[in-house]
């Protein structure tokens, strides 16, 4: 199967500082890319849709400002936490689609866990 | 809207016997599809098996299968000879025409030896 590679896997940072994590389809161009948040024990939240070339989609109460996305490339997104406070250390994980319509399939990242200290 | 509905926040199975995990889909699409993921301890998504709406037969994968039950737009998974291994959290994940990706609450399984 496709391959989409996050980085880093965990990351400690202070609380205010600015974290970036990346998301990249090895072998396969993704023009849309997912961002999602979880808490231990709990389900995936999608926070934000990334569209190559274009603005990211936000979901409802997820702040555009804080999680910055960016989809420069098919093959890289990146999320950046600003101005990080220790309620954002959670486990992001990213998915990149392959295909069209209903041969359309995600792929996941091996997911970043951020802890603000 | 749309939703996935899992009602088993925690399993628990013996060791090389089944478990079935259940799955519901609440859409009004008439195409769509079911997937389970496991997500074991170390955080990452792991594709278990697919079902489309339209497939004439359960999908099977392994030890994995589905009991796919149209009217209800369930899919349950099989999980047959339990293996401690399958100690995780297992996600099922709908996909509707939107094509807006959405997951179920999850359920917790452990495997006893």
Same mark, same amino acid.
């Given at each position: 199967?496709?391959?989409?590679?996050?980085?880093?896997?965990?990351? =400690?940072?202070?609380?205010?500082?600015?974290?970036?994590?990346?998301?990249?389809?090895?072998?396969?161009?993704?023009?849309?890319?997912?961002?999602?948040?979880?808490?231990?024990?709990?389900?995936?939240?999608?926070?934000?849709?990334?569209?190559?070339?274009?603005?990211?989609?936000?979901?409802?109460?997820?702040?555009?400002?804080?999680?910055? =996305?960016?989809?420069?490339?098919?093959?890289?997104?990146?999320?950046?936490?600003?101005?990080?406070?220790?309620?954002?250390?959670?486990?992001? =994980?990213?998915?990149?689609?392959?295909?069209?319509?209903?041969?359309?399939?995600?792929?996941?990242?091996?997911?970043?866990?951020?802890?603000?200290? | 809207?749309?939703?996935?509905?899992?009602?088993?926040?925690?399993?628990?199975?013996?060791?090389?016997?089944?478990? #079935?995990?259940?799955? #519901?889909?609440?859409?009004?699409?008439?195409?769509? @599809?079911?997937?389970? !993921?496991?997500?074991?301890?170390?955080?990452?998504?792991?594709?278990?098996?697919?079902?489309?709406? !339209?497939?004439?037969?359960? %999908?099977?994968?392994?030890?994995?299968?589905?009991?796919?039950?149209? %009217?209800?737009?369930?899919?349950?998974?099989?999980?047959? %000879?339990?293996?401690?291994?399958?100690? %995780?959290?297992?996600?099922?994940? @709908?996909?509707?025409?939107?094509?807006?990706?959405?997951? @179920?609450? @999850?359920?917790?399984?452990?495997?006893?030896?």
């Amino acid at each position: 199967g496709a391959v989409v590679s996050q980085h880093p896997s965990r990351v =400690i940072c202070k609380s205010g500082t600015s974290v970036k994590i990346e998301c990249r389809s090895l072998d396969f161009q993704a023009t849309t890319m997912f961002w999602y948040r979880q808490f231990p024990k709990q389900s995936l939240m999608l926070m934000a849709t990334s569209n190559e070339g274009s603005k990211a989609t936000y979901e409802q109460g997820v702040e555009k400002d804080k999680f910055l =996305i960016n989809h420069a490339s098919l093959t890289l997104s990146t999320l950046t936490v600003t101005s990080a406070h220790p309620e954002d250390s959670s486990f992001y =994980i990213c998915s990149a689609l392959q295909g069209r319509g209903a041969n359309t399939e995600a792929f996941f990242g091996q997911g970043t866990r951020l802890t603000v200290v | 809207a749309q939703k996935i509905t899992q009602t088993q926040p925690g399993m628990f199975v013996q060791e090389k016997e089944a478990v #079935t995990l259940d799955c #519901t889909y609440d859409t009004s699409d008439q195409s769509y @599809g079911l997937f389970w !993921y496991k997500q074991p301890s170390s955080g990452e998504m792991i594709f278990l098996i697919y079902q489309g709406s !339209y497939d004439e037969q359960n %999908a099977t994968e392994g030890r994995y299968s589905l009991n796919f039950q149209k %009217a209800r737009k369930s899919a349950n998974l099989v999980i047959s %000879a339990s293996q401690l291994g399958d100690s %995780a959290m297992y996600f099922c994940k @709908g996909k509707g025409n939107t094509g807006k990706l959405i997951f @179920g609450q @999850g359920t917790t399984l452990q495997v006893k030896p």
